[in-house]
Every structure is written in structure tokens, then in C-alpha cells.
Nanobody
Framework: QVQLVESGGGLVQPGESLRLSCEAS????????MSWYRQAPGKERDFVARIFSGGSTHYRDSVKGRFTISRDNAKNTVYLQMNTLKPEDTGVYYC??????????WGQGTQVTVSS
């Protein structure tokens, strides 16, 4: 069993930045990939960004150029640097770890609110 703990959420104004962290209870070195998702009120959970074990990344179109996903294997942590935040970025952000088709885990989420 792998526990994931997200942190770093909060209330910010449009144009400001936040950095989210997702710390795993075990080494992430061999994880196939780790991802961030978000869920706005009344909407489905949507993919935001993904980083593979080799370091390649993938983003949803609406965050390209503003968000950066990275990983620190020594700290068992994945980050999501979010710049130039917009109100439509508001939601609960979840971390997902994919090890195999039989082993994937989700964190409890951290709230991000972008509002003036």
C-alpha cells in the first residue's frame, strides 16, 4: 500500500503562483508515472499533468506554459509548480501514482482557490 499526501494548496489571486507537493510513503523511483488531476465543484476530475519515470512530461492544453511538473526521487515527492493562476484553475488537486495496472494510488487532495 502506498500513501500519497498532497500539500501546498491555498487561496491566491489571479496571476499569482503556488507549488503543490505530493509525498509518497515509499520510493517513487520505480513508479511508471505520477500525475496531477483536479476537480472543480460539480465537475468531473480532469487530468492536469504527468511525469514518467524517465522524466518526460505531458500536460493538458490549458496549463501548458504555466504549470510545470517535476519529481525528486530522493524525497519521494512530485511537485506541480503553477504560475499565472486563473480562476478556472480552482479545484481540488489530486496526486495519482501509477505503478502497474494492478497498483495505482490516489491522495486525498489539496484545495486550490484562485479568486480576487
Amino acid at each position: 500500500q502506498v500513501q500519497l499526501v498532497e500539500s501546498g494548496g491555498g487561496l491566491v489571486q489571479p496571476g499569482e503562483s503556488l507549488r503543490l507537493s505530493c509525498e509518497a510513503s515509499t520510493s517513487i523511483f520505480s513508479f511508471n508515472f505520477m500525475s496531477w488531476y483536479r476537480q472543480a465543484p460539480g465537475k468531473e476530475r480532469d487530468f492536469v499533468a504527468r511525469i514518467f519515470s524517465g522524466g518526460s512530461t505531458h500536460y493538458r492544453d490549458s496549463v501548458k506554459g504555466r504549470f510545470t511538473i517535476s519529481r525528486d526521487n530522493a524525497k519521494n515527492t512530485v511537485y506541480l509548480q503553477m504560475n499565472t493562476l486563473k480562476p478556472e484553475d480552482t479545484g481540488v488537486y489530486y496526486c495519482r501514482a501509477y505503478i502497474s495496472s494492478r497498483a495505482e494510488y490516489w491522495g486525498q487532495g489539496t484545495q486550490v482557490t484562485v479568486s480576487s
